[in-house]
């Protein structure tokens, strides 16, 4: 029974080495929910390598003998408790993408976390938990019953929070996690009431592989697809912004200019240069880029229109938080449907306002014209206002977990907020300085 069970064990280490490492290797390093995954993959095969060093010894033990069992078991116990933090914090990262979860899931884990590694540590020195004796090998401590509960009450959380959250998992989905909750609870009940049975290692490394196969790699699948569909958007904003209509409007009011006044033309050239040089450059950004010069490239886009528009257009601007990032032409997008959609049609014109404030929690960046507008609660007549507008809230999202909110009224104009969390670093800082 020694020899099989050190066999389990073995394959349980490997099979989580091999999965945890192809992770790591293949996918996307920076993503919490494949470091999650790697670190509930190490994690087992830490259990399982710990566990095995409890069948290769028979007592009484040498001096190495009981130093190796003595760490492995200390290895054995301690791992189960990160091991399904870890898996609390894979399903949060997870169902984070689909859904809006609360903030103290893990509270209660790290508590247990805290409480249960002290207890692992004390058992070295009086072995409530278990013992390791040169005489007698491994023992149950009088309190094992004890060690078993803090990992079972993270485990039943974790299928509360499966549970609770079903709804936003596919059929698929939902089995894997449930593989990954009942198959150690079952291994668990075996292996306390029979004890010589290492099953739990075997089970929880199964349970992982069920889940590589009906979610991690279907997720790894969703994401190549997703960086697809924004790349396919980064070119149609790219394009959408470069309309023929705006590129014959305004080489005519260079040629114009070139008549009347040339350095007023020198200046116009300038700025439709850089102005295609930084839609050009959009199309290949993948990062967010600073609010600067984002508002750089919208205002070019502006001094242009208002060299057509004259009175016709004006512009605000209100700009007191700058320190963020975002992803490119996410605000030009956004004044162009303003200028194109809401301004221009008026006989009299209108004003695009821009206007970007902190608050405390996000930066909000609004862009409002007081022009046509349109019911918010119909597809729009032009049906590139919509895909304009769809680029940019899944850019958002994707690019730096923002959002876009956009509301308007026939008749009433249109405004359209982006909300973008600040990140831990950022510094507070306040600038009201106009472009």
Known sequence: ???FNIALDLYSALLCLVLGVYVLVSGDRRDRANLCFAGICACNAVMALGDMTSWMFAAPLDGVEHAVMLVGTFSFYVAPAPLF??????????????TTLPHDYLRLSVALFALYTAGCVVSLFN???????????????????LAQVVPVILHLRNAAIVVRHRGCLERKELLGFASYIALPIVAEVVQVAFYGIALMNTAVALAILLVFLSIQSERKALLAQRERELAEARSDIMLSQIQPHFLYNTLAAIRELCASDPAEAA?????????????????TSKQPIPFERELRHTTTYLNLEQRRFGDRLRVEFDIASRDFELPPLAVQALVENAVRHGVSPREEGGCVRVSSRDDGDEHVVEVRDDGMGFDSAAAPDDERIHVGIQNVRVRLAEGCGGTLDVRSAPGEGTVAVIRIPRTPREPEHTDRRHP
């Open 85 to 98: 933090m870890f898996f609390t914090s894979y399903i949060t990262a997870y169902l984070g993408k689909r």
């Open 267 to 283: 200046r116009t050239v300038t700025d439709f240069s850089s102005f295609l040089r930084e839609n050009m450059a959009s199309l």
């Open 127 to 145: 072995g409530m938990f278990f013992r390791v004796d040169p005489a007698t090998g491994y023992e149950r401590g009088q309190l094992f019953w």
């Open 1 to 3: 029974m020694h020899q």
